[in-house]
């Protein structure tokens, strides 16, 4: 456990704006260089694909995105919890972080849809980013965010907020072709990463005061 637990030296490299750099030039290929079909079959998470031994979709799948307005919403929502959680955080650690809670979504996504969605592409930094949400409200319990620029809500309730939404969005069958279930486990293992590499529990800092 003392393992899991030692810290990174503390470094700030604007990690955050590499990712969307990447992100923003994965899509460029796709749309404007004629590589959409190509890109997604080599990047995107395919679970048909992923038991022929193509493990690295279960990281590069978070670099691919589906149209504008995926990435759009996906790297505004990083830009804005990203970066104050990456100056918390050191940029080698959120790196980890998001990288982690991201392919652990993942492969939790290839268990789930492998049955059903064994042909389906998942893309989509959505599952680091909601994990990044979470990480954003536990150290910043107290900050506002004005939802849609308008009404105010204190982090914590946003995170939970969406947990909701996203849980009865799975259930019902809201919002199809949304990978809900990424969305959750993005949550999850957030959740999960806080408990064993900072021995923090969410909850006591998300919870009402």
Do not use: C
């Amino acid at each position: 456990m003392n393992m899991l637990r030692q810290p990174f030296r503390y470094q700030y490299n604007n990690v955050v704006l590499w990712l969307i750099g990447i992100n923003v030039l994965v899509y460029v290929a796709m749309r404007f260089l004629n590589l959409e079909l190509f890109l997604t079959y080599l990047l995107a998470m395919i679970p048909n694909l992923v038991v022929k031994g193509w493990v690295w979709t279960f990281v590069t799948y978070l670099f691919v995105h589906g149209g504008f307005t995926h990435i759009l919403f996906n790297m505004f929502g990083l830009y804005v919890f990203g970066v104050p959680v990456e100056h918390r955080m050191g940029s080698r650690e959120f790196l980890l972080f998001y990288l982690v809670t991201g392919a652990l979504a993942g492969v939790f996504s290839f268990m789930v849809y492998r049955i059903n969605s064994a042909n389906v592409p998942l893309v989509g930094a959505s599952g680091a980013i909601f994990a990044v949400e979470l990480a954003y409200a536990v150290f910043f319990p107290d900050s506002i965010i004005y939802l849609w620029g308008i009404l105010p809500l204190r982090a914590p309730v946003m995170v939970l907020g969406f947990t909701a939404l996203e849980l009865v969005s799975s259930i019902f069958g809201l919002r199809q072709g949304v990978a809900h279930l990424t969305h959750l486990a993005g949550f999850g293992f957030a959740w999960l990463y806080f408990l064993i590499r900072f021995g923090i529990n969410p909850w006591q800092r998300l919870r009402l005061r």
